[in-house]
C-alpha cells in the first residue's frame, strides 16, 4: 500500500449453516506481529502527541516519537531495502524516507503519522491473509479423518482417510459423514451436499448413486466403493481452486499504486537534483536541504493516496451501515469496475430453506387444509429432516395443535410413518413429479391418501429487482450458476429474467463459467454464499456473498458480504462504487493542481516550508472532505434509487 490503509471488516458468523460448514479457526488480530508492531507504534504516537500538545518540552515526547518511527517503520524499511536489492524501488520506502526527511526538518508529527498510517495498514492486509487463510484450512474440516473400511472378509477396520485407495468398500453409518468420493454399493439414505453442490434438500442416495467426502449421510447405512484419491476428492480440489484463484486472480491495487514505481523513482531523481543541482552551484548546504526536503513533502504521493482514500473509505462505511460490509478500500473500486453479473441461486437469489407453498387435501378425506397440515406436521415433528422441519414450521405458522405422535420410524428416502390420534399415518415423498419444480409430499392415514403438500425454496422477493438492476448497470442480463437440477434452475430464470441458465454445476465448474466470462475481456462480479462458491468468488474480478446463511469460507472469500441478505443492496452498492470512483478522479485532478503548482513554486522560487507543509494539508483537506460527501445518506439513496428507476 502507498499511505494506505486496507480496511478488512469481519463477517458476524451465522448458525443457519452450521452443520454444513467447518468449524472456524480464526487468527486473532494480535496474533500477527504486524499486528503488534503496529499497535506498539500507534500508543507511542498517541501518547507523544497527548505530551505534545499539552506543552511538554521535547524531551518528554521526543522518545516515544521516535519511538513510534522504530515500531512502526523498521518492517516498511525492511522491505524496502530488500525491493532495492532486488533493483526495485516502493514508495512504502520513499514514503519512510519522507517521514525521516520531515523529521529532520522539525516535522517530527508528521513524518511519525505518516509511520503509523503505514503500520496500521500492513497489519490490516496482513489479517486479510490469515483470515482467508484460516476458512480454506477449515474446510478441509468437512471431510472426516478416519473411515471406516470393509475388508475383503467382512471386518470392519477404522482408518485414516488418508490412507484409502480407489476400489476400497467404505461403511457409512447413519449421521457421519462421507469419507471419500464415491458410489453407493448398497443401501439407501439421504446426503446432505450442500456444501458442495448447493442443493437445498438432502438427495436420496441408493445403489449406483455418486457420494462426495465431506457430505453428511441421513438416517440410513451405506456401502460406498471408493471412486477417487481423498487427494483429489471434490472438497480437496476446492480448497486448491480457492488457492490457485486467489494466487492469480488480477493484482489488486489501487489506481494510484499501478504508476508507483515510477513515480517513486521519478521523485527521488527529482530530489537529488533539487538538492545537487543548487549545491554544486554554491547554495548553502542547509538551503539546498531544506529546499529538497521541502520539494518531497509537497511532491509526497501521499497528498494523491489520501485524495484516493477518503472517498472509497466514505463508500465503505455507508455501505456498512446499509448491510454491506465491504473488505477494503481495494474491493471497493473494483466492484465498480464490473460489467458482467453472475448469480448462484441456492442461498442467493433464493431463501436456502424449504417451505411449504400448497396444501391441497383430497376430496372425501374430510380434512381441510389446516386438517392436512397438522395432521403431516404431528407425524413429522420427531423428524430432523429438512422438510419435516419446514412441515412443521409451516403448522405452527398457523397456531395449528399438534397431537403427539407414537411409534414414529423414519425410512431413508422414502419419508416418516408414525400413529397418530389412533390412526398410521405416513408423510412421504410422492412418485409424481410436480410441474413447477416443487418437492411434493403425500400424506396417507391408514394406507389411504388424503392429500399432498408442496415445498419450494422460495425465491427472494427482491431477486426480479436486483436482475434487473444489474442488468441496467453492466447492459447485460446476468447468468445463473447452479449446482441444482435444470428444472429448478429454468424456474427462477424465468421468474427473474434470466436467459443465460447453467445448471448441475460443481464448483470447478462454476470457476470455468466464470473464466470463459473473463476471457471474453468481462469483468465479472459473482454473487454466492456456499462453500461450493467459493472457488468461483476467488476466481471473479469482484465477489459478494450473502452473509446471513453464508459459510465461513465464502465470507472470507468474497470482496464483500450483504449482512441483512437485502439482495438489492447488490446493484446498490455496485453503484455507490462508481460514485466514489467518480469522486477519486476529481480528488486526484485537485490533488495534482495543487501538487504542481507548489513543486513549480519550490523549484523555480522560494517555496516557504511552512507555506508548502500548509498548501499539502490544505489540498489534503479539501480533497478528504470532498470524499466525505459519500458519508451521507442520500449518497445510499441515490444508489438505490438509481437502481430502481434503471430497474
Not at 160 to 178: E, F, N, S
Not at 560 to 578: C, G, H, I, K, N
Request: charge should be negative.
Amino acid at each position: 500500500m502507498v499511505c494506505g490503509v486496507s480496511v478488512t471488516l469481519a463477517p458476524h458468523p451465522t448458525p443457519a449453516r452450521a452443520a454444513r460448514v467447518a468449524p472456524r479457526r480464526r487468527t486473532r488480530l494480535l496474533a500477527l506481529p504486524e499486528a503488534r508492531w503496529a499497535l506498539a507504534a500507534l500508543l507511542a504516537f498517541l501518547l507523544a502527541l497527548a505530551l505534545d500538545l499539552g506543552g511538554l518540552p521535547a524531551w518528554a515526547y521526543g522518545p516515544l516519537y521516535a519511538a513510534a518511527y522504530v515500531t512502526g517503520g523498521w518492517e516498511p524499511a525492511l522491505e524496502g531495502l530488500r525491493a532495492l536489492r532486488e533493483k526495485t524501488l516502493d514508495v512504502d520506502l520513499l514514503m519512510i524516507v519522507a517521514a525521516l526527511g520531515a523529521a529532520s526538518i522539525g516535522q517530527v508529527l508528521d513524518g511519525a503519522l505518516l509511520i503509523v498510517i503505514f503500520a496500521t495498514s500492513g497489519a490490516l492486509e496482513a489479517l486479510a491473509t490469515a483470515r482467508t487463510a484460516d476458512s480454506v484450512r477449515g474446510l478441509l474440516d468437512l471431510a472426516p479423518t478416519t473411515a471406516t473400511r470393509l475388508t475383503p472378509d467382512g471386518r470392519e477396520e477404522t482408518v485414516p482417510t488418508a490412507a484409502l485407495a480407489v476400489g476400497d468398500t467404505l461403511l457409512i453409518r447413519p449421521g457421519t459423514r462421507i469419507g471419500a468420493d464415491g458410489t453407493v454399493l448398497d443401501g439407501t439414505s439421504e446426503a446432505d451436499q450442500a456444501t458442495i453442490t448447493g442443493e437445498p434438500l438432502p438427495v436420496v442416495k441408493g445403489p449406483g448413486d455418486e457420494v462426495f467426502a465431506g457430505t453428511l449421510n441421513g438416517t440410513g447405512a451405506l456401502r460406498v466403493r471408493v471412486d477417487r484419491d481423498p487427494a483429489d476428492s471434490v472438497i480437496a480440489r476446492i480448497v486448491t481452486l480457492v488457492e490457485e484463484a486467489s494466487r492469480t486472480k488480477a493484482p489488486t491495487q489501487l489506481f494510484i499504486e499501478k504508476i508507483e514505481q515510477r513515480y517513486a523513482i521519478g521523485i527521488v531523481i527529482a530530489t537529488l537534483a533539487v538538492f545537487g543541482i543548487p549545491l554544486a552551484f554554491g547554495e548553502n548546504l542547509d538551503d539546498a536541504l531544506l529546499r529538497a526536503m521541502t520539494f518531497m513533502i509537497v511532491a509526497s504521493p501521499c497528498a494523491v493516496v489520501l485524495a484516493t482514500m477518503p472517498p472509497l473509505l466514505s463508500a465503505i462505511a455507508n455501505a456498512g451501515r446499509h448491510g454491506v460490509l465491504v473488505k477494503s478500500a481495494v474491493a471497493m473500486e473494483r466492484l465498480g469496475e464490473i460489467d458482467t453479473a453472475a448469480l448462484d441461486k441456492t442461498g442467493t437469489l433464493t431463501e436456502g430453506a424449504p417451505e411449504v407453498t400448497d396444501v391441497r387435501p383430497l376430496p372425501g378425506s374430510g380434512l381441510d387444509a389446516d386438517g392436512l397440515l397438522a395432521l403431516a406436521a404431528a407425524a413429522e415433528h420427531p423428524s430432523e429432516h429438512p422438510l419435516a422441519r419446514a412441515v412443521v414450521a409451516a403448522a405452527r405458522a398457523r397456531d395449528l395443535s399438534l397431537p403427539p405422535a407414537e411409534d414414529f420410524a423414519a425410512a431413508p428416502g422414502r419419508g416418516v410413518t408414525a400413529t397418530v390420534a389412533g390412526q398410521r399415518v405416513t408423510v412421504g415423498r410422492a412418485t409424481r413429479p410436480s410441474p413447477d419444480a416443487a418437492t411434493v409430499i403425500e400424506v396417507t392415514r391408514d394406507g389411504t391418501p388424503v392429500g399432498t403438500l408442496a415445498l419450494t425454496d422460495r425465491l427472494r422477493p427482491d431477486a426480479a429487482a436486483t436482475t434487473a438492476a444489474l442488468t441496467a448497470l453492466t447492459g447485460t442480463a446476468p447468468t445463473l450458476l447452479t449446482g441444482d437440477n435444470a428444472t429448478t434452475a429454468a424456474q427462477v430464470g424465468a421468474a427473474t429474467g434470466i436467459t443465460d441458465i447453467r445448471a448441475n454445476l460443481l464448483p470447478e465448474d462454476k470457476v470455468d463459467a466464470v473464466r470463459e466470462l473473463e476471457r471474453s475481456h468481462r469483468k465479472v462480479l459473482f454473487v454466492g454464499d456456499g462453500v461450493n462458491d467459493a472457488p468461483a468468488l476467488a476466481a471473479a474480478h469482484s465477489g459478494v456473498a450473502m452473509g446471513r446463511a453464508g459459510s465461513d469460507l465464502a465470507l472470507e472469500t468474497a470482496d464483500a458480504v450483504v449482512v441483512r441478505d437485502e439482495l438489492t443492496a447488490v446493484p446498490a452498492v455496485v453503484r455507490l462504487s462508481r460514485t466514489a470512483r467518480r469522486l477519486v478522479v476529481q480528488n486526484l485532478v485537485i490533488a495534482g493542481t495543487f501538487i504542481t503548482v507548489l513543486v513549480v513554486w519550490d523549484l523555480a522560487g522560494h517555496l516557504p516550508l511552512p507555506l508548502g507543509v500548509a498548501g499539502h494539508e490544505g489540498s489534503t483537506v479539501l480533497v478528504g472532505l470532498n470524499g466525505l460527501r459519500l458519508l451521507r445518506e442520500s449518497a445510499w439513496r441515490g444508489s438505490t434509487a438509481s437502481e430502481a428507476g434503471e430497474g
